[in-house]
């Protein structure tokens, strides 16, 4: 049988992962099934990113070329002949062995986090199944990995980060201090309050915030996670603290230089890009609002290591991390009053 190299994402609009590239039989009809299968995902990413987003589009094309690089290691006899085929039990249970063992991968790897690889391989079967859907084959689903969430650290780690954006920002007079630094005392006062998600925080409106004389509150839209998927997304309105209160208010009065510089209708997303950001004044998304968190939380980690502070953990960098600790020490606090 003949060899060749094949691009296995060749039409789509963003730059195919290495893995992709890989050395599959060129007769292989189960592929060529695939590849035209991707080609009505891609259609339909291009036109309705609600049905498939970027990120998963992302995910199925990661699969995809996981599919390619495991049909030449003999999935079963017949996995090459059709899609069909190739989304049988025994080739995907083929498959996922691969996968789990690491033998698919484009590159290697250090990471021990069972959480990690089972989150993984969750993605693959939720992939295969829209393949399976999408071509109305019949396909058997592999039992699922639990759901398993990484382990929480010290909820002293949010103090020192409450302490170090305070210390950056009493480098300034409070009228002079950059847009960032009064943006993100204002953000994590929201964090410590309500423990939003990125998500959550990053769709979050001026009309969702209530500041008056007498009522500083945060309507917030939980949204559904894990098995509760598919449920309607549900607002709560959470009281804020006093300091929290004042930090939005200080956000606030600096929203309209920011967007003045901006044409057409003003962002009414609470939380803005601020300078040097070139896009300063529109609306922030969620891995802006994770690459602040992790620069305090990296600057806090050097902070402790130059002091010499033993610690079993060092400071979570993944805001995820960070609200789950929060929130198991609410949890905790609730249940002993």
Known sequence: MTMTARHLSASGDRPTPAAALTAVPSTAPALGELERLLDVFRTVNRTAKDVVSDSRLQQLEWVASELALALPLGLSETAGDSLGELL???????????????????????????ASVDASERIRIYCLEAFARQARIPFEAPNMPPMTLRPTTSPLFADLITAHLEHEASKWPEADRP???????????????????LGELESMLLDDL?????????????????????????????????????????????????IARLEGTAPRHLWLSTPPNPDAGVPIHRRGISKWYKKAADAVQRKQDAAGVAEADMVPTRWETMRRTLLAQREAREATN
């Open 88 to 114: 049988a039990s025994d080739a995907v249970h083929g498959y996922l062995l691969l996968a789990r063992g690491g033998h698919l991968r484009s590159m290697p790897t250090v990471s021990t986090d069972t």
């Open 210 to 258: 209530a500041l008056t004389a007498d009522t500083a509150t945060l309507s917030l839209i939980r949204q559904p996670q894990g098995g509760l998927r598919g449920r309607m997304p549900e607002a709560e309105v959470t009281d804020l603290s006093e300091d929290t209160a004042r930090l939005l208010e200080a956000w606030n009065s600096r929203r309209p230089g920011l």
């Open 179 to 197: 847009d960032g630094i009064v943006r993100g005392l204002a953000m994590w006062g929201v964090m410590r309050d309500t423990l939003p998600r």
